[in-house]
């Protein structure tokens, strides 16, 4: 089953965007966790926080948790800008619609989106053009 879904990818699912992250730890963090389905779609989750070592806890910001999640060598720096563009392709930070999550729940089922303002496929545009008018 194909469902077609009027560019409603920017109503994502995820409670959190990569740009909510600092670099470096320490700073606040807009969530304790984070949580993706791998590639048997099983779910994973990462703590964001670590303890040091005076036993408190501390966000670990983008950069340790690009080393956890194997992206980045234990010994590599990046800039913040080059983790984003890392990051934001792993499923942890991937931003899907909640169509699309509650999709992935159903095997056959495939959602498409069609582009924005396509007049072609999405009818209301027509509608829009006509109201302007």
């Known amino acids: 089953i194909e469902i077609l879904g009027d560019n409603a990818t920017t109503h994502t699912s995820k409670m959190y965007s990569i740009n909510d992250f600092r670099k470096n730890p320490g700073y606040d963090c807009p969530v304790d966790y ?26 670990k910001g983008l950069l340790k948790i690009a080393k956890d999640l194997k992206l980045v060598k234990p010994s590599e720096n990046k800039k913040l800008s080059e983790l984003r563009e890392l990051l934001k392709i792993h499923p942890a930070f991937k931003e899907e619609t909640k169509l ?29 053009a006509f109201a302007k008018n």
């Open 34 to 59: 984070l949580e993706w389905f791998d590639e048997n779609k099983n779910i994973q989750r990462l703590s964001c926080y670590f303890e040091d070592e005076n036993g408190e806890t501390k966000s």
């Open 100 to 128: 699309e999550e509650l999709a992935r729940s159903f095997p056959n089922i495939k959602i498409v989106f069609i582009p924005k303002f396509h007049c072609e496929l999405s009818p209301i545009e027509g509608v829009w």
